[in-house]
């Protein structure tokens, strides 16, 4: 079993920056792949990034067409953490950021896993 909290939402202003974390405990963490998503109020769950581990010392990165050139994300196996950077925020990135993780790359995007965090909430004033 995985457990996986979030942790470094907050309120932010346009144009600012953020880095979420999400801390895993349990499992073999460095085979799994590791997921962002977000929620924001009255609309779908939607994909935000994920990395994969591909051997060796490399990772394979996704990222929803919305965020790209503007999240980053990375992980830090020695401390089973994967992080979100989140710069040059909008209003519109404002939602609840869950982080999820899975042993295939195509679970994870396709939020079709067991492992999911509890949450942690990102608002962009304007």
């Known amino acids: 079993q995985v457990q996986l909290v979030e942790s470094g939402g907050g309120l932010v202003q346009a144009g600012g920056s953020l880095r979420l974390s999400c801390a895993a405990s349990?499992?073999?963490?460095?085979?799994?792949?590791v997921g962002w998503f977000r929620q924001g109020t009255g609309k779908e769950r939607e994909f935000v990034a994920a990395?994969?581990?591909?051997?060796?010392?490399?990772?394979?990165?996704d990222y929803a067409d919305s965020v790209k050139g503007r999240f980053t994300i990375s992980r830090d196996n020695a401390v089973n953490t994967v992080y979100l950077q989140m710069n040059s925020l909008k209003p519109e990135d404002t939602a609840v950021y869950y982080c999820?993780?899975?042993?295939?790359?195509?679970?994870?995007?396709?939020?079709?896993?067991?492992?999911w965090g509890q949450g942690t909430q990102v608002t962009v004033s304007s």
């Open positions: 349990g499992g073999t963490f460095n085979s799994y792949s």
């Open positions: 990395i994969t581990f591909t051997g060796r010392t490399t990772y394979y990165l």
């Open positions: 999820n993780a899975g042993l295939t790359r195509s679970s994870v995007v396709a939020g079709q896993t067991g492992y």
